[in-house]
């Protein structure tokens, strides 16, 4: 056992915080020796319970996973870990690590992915750091992690062959057991539990129900492959673009209207399939769509709280929601109405945690695509496409039937999205240091027809640990209802997005069949003027509308 000790100096993050979720940069920057070592090492140091631990790897399939992987065998190894439980060819989906975390009682998962970045040589890599309960990282992890990557000085490591990670079964490097895991079984073993496979396997069968799911060639495809086709009964080819490729097929991996195209096509036209769904690039995210119809994830989230009865491992009722801020407030009507206690979180799946592990909400959900429950702690997306398979089966009706009578109950929350990509950061930063000054004079003040009710800076007291995060996100509320909310992305990897969420509540019936971008243009106009977008971003329109 040759033990090596190697100088690293500069800390991965650059001075820059950590963001929304883990380190996030060009594949080129990780590929720098000693750059991803740093943060490895930093986690090892600050996590003490990892040595004589279990640890879990794996990550989406991207470019520089397996050799990533096999760095962080080595320093697993020098650092003391008793065993490294790692996804036969270094796979494991985020939520599926998640479960294996919690299976297997481990002291930690290390995820390497970039999310829906692209991937390639040229495109983004990734890594995150999650605790024992499977979740995320919460900010003070995060940020202890940040603090050692300023001041180490060395990494461990040994000298070892690498490990043959296409071979399930029994390894070692360096004195650590390290086993590599069929990356589906445990998760697919979870997903029996949670929905009814017997009534999911009977509608696929009664021949009168077509389903299209995109993997978009990233991390989902064996686990869609497995659980939709084999287990489900599903036809082959129901699965699109399921063998995950390291750049995603030089695609986007990013289950949206703009992204998912031509899956959103085949929901159109004169045949169009009745079910269609996507996956985002390490399988956490989730688009749902039905015949002529796009489920909003903010929807998404509501339709759940207000239908779990229907489904197998929820029907006992749930015990509470919760939503990230900018998400709309459909499921805060529902869980209003259902006398359900709904909680407020900023931005990212970390801020889950606490509420999910104190049994105080089941549900849980994000307007860019993330849903998820208590039964790992991350946001899952294959779950959320049971979760709405086992409602058709349950309800026997359409997604656009389950939807208008939805809204025909709790009312409509018309919902969109517009990102400003690649924006100046200074510029952007300007942008929403001037909101903020703005904020305290607002409230009371009537532009162009809308009565400004309340502005604020979003700032959040968990309610289980009392941790205080602040700054999360400019929030303007109007009389009728309506909101708009501005934030900064964290998770971008060139210069800065400037994300605009904006929501109009429509209780009359008669008026929830609109197009969105119509019913909402006064909103729209309105947000622009405030913060002066153009003006200040040099942008005439968004980058991206969802
Ligand atoms: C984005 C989303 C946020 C999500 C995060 C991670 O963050 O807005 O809701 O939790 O991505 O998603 P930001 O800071 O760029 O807005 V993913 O699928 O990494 O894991
Ligand atoms: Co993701």
């Known amino acids: 056992l040759a033990m090596s000790v190697t100088t690293v100096s500069t800390s991965p993050f650059e001075g820059q915080r950590p963001g929304t979720s883990g380190l996030r940069k060009k594949v080129a920057v990780?590929?720098?020796p000693g750059y991803l070592e740093n943060f490895v090492q930093a986690v090892f140091d600050t996590q003490p319970a990892l040595r004589g631990g279990t640890l879990v790897l794996g990550g989406d399939g991207r470019f520089y996973n397996r050799e990533a992987v096999q760095v962080i065998l080595r320093l697993a190894a020098a650092n003391g870990v008793a065993r490294t439980v790692v996804g036969q060819h270094g796979w494991l989906s985020t939520p599926a690590a998640s479960c294996v975390i919690r299976k297997r009682?481990?002291?930690g998962?290390?995820?390497l992915s970039a999310s829906h970045n692209p991937g390639g040589p040229d495109g983004d890599f990734g890594i995150k750091f999650n605790v024992?309960?499977?979740g995320p990282a919460p900010e003070a992890v995060t940020e202890a992690i940040y603090d050692r990557t300023r001041s180490i000085e060395r990494y461990l490591t040994v000298e070892a062959a690498a490990v043959d990670l296409d071979r399930c079964g029994a390894a070692s490097v360096g004195g650590m057991a390290v086993e590599v895991i069929d990356p589906v079984a445990d998760y697919a073993a979870l997903m029996q539990e949670l929905f009814d496979f017997e009534r999911i396997h009977q509608l696929f069968n009664s021949g009168l129900f077509t389903m299209r799911f995109d993997a978009m060639h990233a991390i989902t495809g064996p686990y869609a492959t497995q659980i939709l086709e084999r287990m489900?009964?599903?036809e082959p080819g129901t699965v699109l673009n399921g063998t995950p490729e390291p750049d995603f097929g030089g695609g986007h991996p990013d289950p949206n209207l703009v992204h998912a195209a031509a899956l959103v096509e085949m929901t159109r036209g004169a045949h169009p399939i009745d079910f269609a769904a996507a996956s985002d690039g390490d399988g956490d995210r989730n688009m749902i769509l039905g015949r002529h119809c796009f489920v909003t994830p903010s929807d998404s989230l509501a339709v759940m709280v207000?239908?779990?009865?229907?489904?197998?491992?929820y029907h006992r009722g749930i015990a509470g929601v919760a939503r990230s801020m900018p998400t709309s407030r459909a499921a805060d009507r529902v869980a209003e109405i259902l006398g359900l206690p709904c909680y407020e979180t900023p931005t990212g799946w970390k801020f889950f945690g606490n509420l999910l592990d104190a049994g105080r909400i089941t549900l849980c959900g994000e307007e860019s695509f993330g849903t998820g429950s208590d039964h790992v702690r991350e946001k899952d997306g294959l779950w959320a496409v049971l979760f709405w398979?086992?409602?058709?089966?349950?309800?026997?009706?359409?997604?656009?039937?389950i939807l208008d009578e939805h809204w025909r109950r709790f009312?409509?929350?018309?919902?969109?999205?517009h990102d400003y990509e690649g924006v100046d950061a200074t510029a952007a930063q300007a942008l929403v240091d001037r909101l903020r000054a703005m904020t305290t004079g607002l409230a009371g003040q009537a532009i162009d027809g809308f009565t400004v009710a309340y502005a604020d800076d979003f700032a959040y007291t968990d309610p289980v640990d009392g941790s205080r995060s602040e700054r999360q996100g400019i929030r303007i509320g109007f009389g009728d209802g309506s909101r708009i909310v501005y934030r900064l992305s964290g998770t971008g990897t060139e210069g800065a997005t400037l994300r605009v969420y904006l929501e109009r509540y429509e209780p009359d019936a008669q008026k929830q069949h609109q197009d969105t971008q119509e019913a909402m243009a006064p909103l729209i106009r309105l947000a622009d003027g405030l913060a002066e977008i153009t003006a200040r971003t040099g942008r005439a329109a968004p980058d991206v509308i969802t």
């Open 389 to 401: 398979l086992n409602l058709l089966a349950a309800r026997r009706q359409s997604v656009r039937e």
């Open 132 to 134: 024992p309960n499977g």
């Open 306 to 313: 207000a239908n779990a009865h229907h489904v197998k491992g």
């Open 232 to 234: 489900l009964g599903a």
């Open 30 to 32: 990780f590929q720098t």
């Open 105 to 107: 009682r481990a002291q």
């Open 411 to 417: 009312g409509r929350h018309y919902y969109t999205r």
């Open 109 to 111: 998962g290390l995820i």
